[in-house]
């Protein structure tokens, strides 16, 4: 029987070039940076993004992952080697975004979310996906968003129940104006700073305090940088975009973009999910650990010191489109 030449060479390559040809053919790698640990739930969800990136690609795309800040001083850094293109995947939280994409400022006012239900109604909904694709007038492209959690005070001065009792605390602030206004109506001191020089500026008591999720504070151990009061104000909600550099996403063929955002999505949930699940444990770790944790908060006393913010800023955020967010059902 004569084999056909063409199958011959095939078999032979096949052969002789097995493994390599089972190779996919072209692999990338691309990197993924954040300002926080790897047992920060951001780079949990990274990995599982980078796992399954990995898998439906046959290995095709190589996802590393740079926690720490080790790829920019803080998020407005690598924020701008997403837009240039340097770093390919960010997990940011909205801090220094609204210098970039002025429309996600309307997520950082206090008190715009009654709960983790509410949020995802507004995230995964149409004005959550307006507010990421706005991000397209500036080279960036946000895929989904990922969780950074409640914000809360912490200090080293003493309990904080009610905002009378933070006056005066000298704090420091992601780099928002929104958050700064918010704090200085309270009549607090709040100051901006890259997550990057936090630790040691709270070590050297050049401030006194600083707020963020319990996942934040738990992953950064800051109960070794004198710590020693967490008060539970939940005065703000952090969302945290995932986003690409434009250019690296529109050189992907077609299935491999579709399959970016899915996979986005799809990590989302599962990261917002393993980041609320955990909070209570992490507490109680970090009581084990000297924290003095303040769970019952005036709360109401924050949102009255902070309300004036609203009309300071109601030129660029029109009351309508904040009750929008803040009534949705
Ligand atoms: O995104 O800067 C901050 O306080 C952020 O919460 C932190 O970098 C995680």
């Known amino acids: 029987m004569k084999v056909p030449f063409r199958c011959l060479a095939s078999l032979i390559a096949v052969f002789f070039f097995g493994s390599a040809w089972a190779q996919p053919q072209d692999t990338r790698t691309m990197r993924l940076a954040s300002a926080v ?3 920060h739930p951001y780079n949990i969800g990274a990995r599982k993004f980078a796992d399954l990136i990995k898998e439906r690609t046959n290995g095709r795309i190589e ?3 740079y926690p720490s800040n080790q790829l920019g001083k803080g998020e407005r850094e690598m924020t701008e080697g997403v837009q240039q293109g340097a770093i390919d995947l960010l997990v940011s939280s909205t801090g220094p975004l609204g210098g970039f ?3 996600i400022n309307i ?3 206090p008190f715009l979310f009654r709960d983790f239900t509410h949020v995802d109604l507004v995230l995964d909904g149409p004005i959550g996906r307006k507010l990421l694709d706005d991000f397209e007038k500036v080279q960036i492209k946000a895929l989904a968003f990922w969780e950074n959690g409640f914000r809360h005070l912490t200090n080293n001065r003493g309990p904080v129940k009610k905002v009378e009792d933070a006056r005066g605390l000298k704090i420091r602030t992601m780099e928002n104006k929104v958050h700064l206004s918010a704090w200085k109506a309270a009549g607090l001191n ?4 890259a997550w990057g020089e936090v ?3 709270l070590q050297q008591k050049v401030i006194d305090g600083q707020e963020n999720p319990i996942a934040v504070f738990h992953s950064s151990k800051l109960w070794d940088a004198a710590q020693k009061y967490f ?3 939940a005065h703000v ?3 945290s975009p995932f986003l690409m550099s434009q250019k690296v996403f529109e050189a992907l063929p077609v299935e491999d973009r579709e399959l970016f955002l899915k996979t986005a999505l799809e990590v989302g949930k599962f990261q917002r999910k393993i980041n609320r699940d955990a909070e209570e444990e992490k507490l109680l770790e970090m009581v084990s650990k000297g924290v003095h944790v303040v769970r019952d908060v005036d709360r109401e006393s924050f949102k009255q010191a902070m309300s004036p913010i609203y009309d300071q800023f109601g030129g660029q955020f029109p009351r309508a489109q904040i009750e929008a967010i803040m009534n949705a059902e």
């Open 101 to 103: 994409s002025p429309s």
């Open 190 to 193: 709040p100051t901006p700073m």
């Open 237 to 239: 909600y952090s969302p």
């Open 199 to 201: 630790f040691t500026a």
């Open 231 to 233: 008060s539970l104000t």
């Open 63 to 65: 996802i590393k992952l």
């Open 37 to 39: 640990p790897m047992d």
């Open 107 to 109: 997520l950082d006012f």
